[in-house]
T-cell receptor, first 111, second 111 residues
Framework: DTAVSQTPKYLVTQMGNDKSIKCEQNLGHDTMYWYKQDSKKFLKIMFS???????INETVPNRFSPKSPDKAHLNLHINSLELGDSAVYFC??????????FGPGTRLLVL | GQQVMQIPQYQHVQEGEDFTTYCNSS?????IQWYKQRPGGHPVFLIQLVKSGEVKKQKRLTFQFGEAKKNSSLHITATQTTDVGTYFCAGDQTGANNLFFGTGTRLTVIP
């Protein structure tokens, strides 16, 4: 069984569109994260949610909004997509102080 | 703010050569974790070190946590093509539930 799943795996869209990426974890972890990985492979943390409360927001444009309907899900909604948003987006989850589990990633290409 | 740097950013080695990546944190860490990301994949947990000066081995991989708990290294002996990927260190600050990921080292192994 997949521990952390993301959909879609690939997303190609036009500039200006709005899109969402979904993430689900079946590990019972309290904290979930969204990361952006650029072409240089840097992993930049965007958001984390702990028990449905946003606890980190690392200077991410407000076009990005995380939504967590419950502690097993953390979705990422992006408004007015820009060329620079093209990247791989990873969802992850973690129980305090322990291993972090990543989803397979969503490869976003904005044209 | 918290910064975790890794050197080198890129490393090309001939198959059979050794490889080392170094991780340095601007602050003291409660523990250090290492992750490997294969090309096209997602980061996967390798190991966690907790004690000052700790050394752990996994087959050809040797991990070390510095005495001051601010740096770490990963050494691979006799690299193989299966070692290709990006290696990330990640550290916990005491009391924080957020892993600070290093900048990563991308390893290429030439057959």
């Amino acid at each position: 069984d997949t521990a952390v799943s993301q959909t879609p795996k690939y997303l190609v869209t036009q500039m200006g569109n709005d899109k969402s990426i979904k993430c689900e974890q079946n590990l019972g972890h309290d904290t979930m994260y969204w990361y952006k990985q650029d072409s240089k492979k840097f992993l930049k943390i965007m958001f984390s949610y702990n028990n449905k409360e946003l606890i980190i927001n690392e200077t991410v444009p407000n076009r990005f909004s995380p939504k967590s309907p419950d502690k097993a899900h953390l979705n990422l909604h992006i408004n007015s997509l820009e060329l620079g948003d093209s990247a791989v987006y990873f969802c992850a989850s973690r129980a305090g102080g322990k291993t972090q589990y990543f989803g397979p990633g969503t490869r976003l290409l904005v044209l | 703010g918290q910064q975790v740097m890794q050197i080198p950013q890129y490393q090309h080695v001939q198959e059979g050569e050794d490889f080392t990546t170094y991780c340095n944190s601007s602050t003291t860490l409660s523990n250090i974790q290492w992750y490997k990301q294969r090309p096209g994949g997602h980061p996967v947990f390798l190991i966690q070190l907790v004690k000052s000066g700790e050394v752990k081995k996994q087959k050809r991989l040797t991990f070390q946590f510095g005495e001051a708990k601010k740096n770490s290294s990963l050494h691979i002996t006799a690299t193989q093509t299966t070692d290709v990927g990006t290696y990330f260190c990640a550290g916990d600050q005491t009391g924080a539930n957020n892993l600070f990921f290093g900048t990563g080292t991308r390893l290429t192994v030439i057959p």
